[in-house]
């Protein structure tokens, strides 16, 4: 079915309020560093995604991913749970980056548009749409081998803004404590009140 044919449900689904890029968020031409090595969206992990992001203009951030053999569902294109994690990764980027906000991600919606073939890159346009308290609401297009290709995949994700504890209750607190560290990611830099 084409873009257009597609049932459009309002977006963000609820009233919210314009997002507010935090006074420390990256700026536009910033080449983001993986937040992670250990992320398999950004991460130096083998056959991992590889997406590298920098911040554009006007609240958009336009992250790569380089779509390779080790990415196939069907023989030769992309499989589309791996297509829904670089979304995962460019959406939560996007949010943890230019709002400075601890977030996970509650929900994410994918409209599969067009094939998306090994030896592609896709580049993928975020943006925060809107907040609502802790639910912060964005959006992504995917276009095919250039930032003005054709829109093979398009993603809607709900974030939700926790406090630091979700990861050492839930994750690995070594791991926090080295992420929080580095300087870019100083949690005294973050808006960690949800
Ligand atoms: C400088 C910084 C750089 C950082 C870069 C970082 C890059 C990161 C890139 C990595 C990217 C990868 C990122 C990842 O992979 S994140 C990993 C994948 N996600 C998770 O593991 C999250 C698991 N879920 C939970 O932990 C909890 O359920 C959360 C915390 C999400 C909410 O449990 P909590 O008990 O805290 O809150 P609540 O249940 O009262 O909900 C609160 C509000 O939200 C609404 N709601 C919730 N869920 C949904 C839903 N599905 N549809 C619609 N609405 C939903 C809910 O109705 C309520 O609304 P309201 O009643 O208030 O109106």
């Not at 554009?56 to 380089?66: A, I, K, L, M």
Request: proline share 8%; hydrophobic share 35%; charged share 20%.
């Amino acid at each position: 079915m084409s873009d257009e044919r597609r049932p459009a449900n309002p977006w963000p689904p609820v009233e919210t309020q314009r997002p507010e890029i935090h006074p420390k968020a990256p700026g536009p031409g910033t080449d983001l560093e993986m937040h992670y090595t250990e992320c398999f969206g950004c991460g130096d992990v083998d056959n991992g995604l590889h997406i590298h992001s920098t911040v554009g203009e006007s609240g958009v951030v336009h992250s790569r991913f380089p779509v390779t053999r080790a990415h196939q569902g069907a023989p030769g294109l992309a499989h589309g749970g791996l297509l829904a994690c670089a979304f995962d990764e460019a959406l939560g980027s996007t949010v943890g980056n230019l709002l400075r906000r601890p977030a996970v991600t509650g929900k994410l919606e994918t409209d599969f548009l067009r094939p998306v073939p090994v030896g592609t890159t896709l580049f993928i346009a975020a943006r925060v749409d809107g907040v609502a308290g802790r639910k912060i609401y964005a959006s992504a297009d995917g276009h095919l081998n250039s930032a003005d290709g054709p829109v093979a995949v398009r993603a809607r994700g709900l974030f939700i803004q926790v406090g630091l504890e979700h990861f050492t209750t839930h994750g690995d607190a070594d791991a926090l404590a080295k992420f929080t560290q580095a300087p870019r990611l100083r949690h005294d830099d973050w808006d960690i009140n949800p």
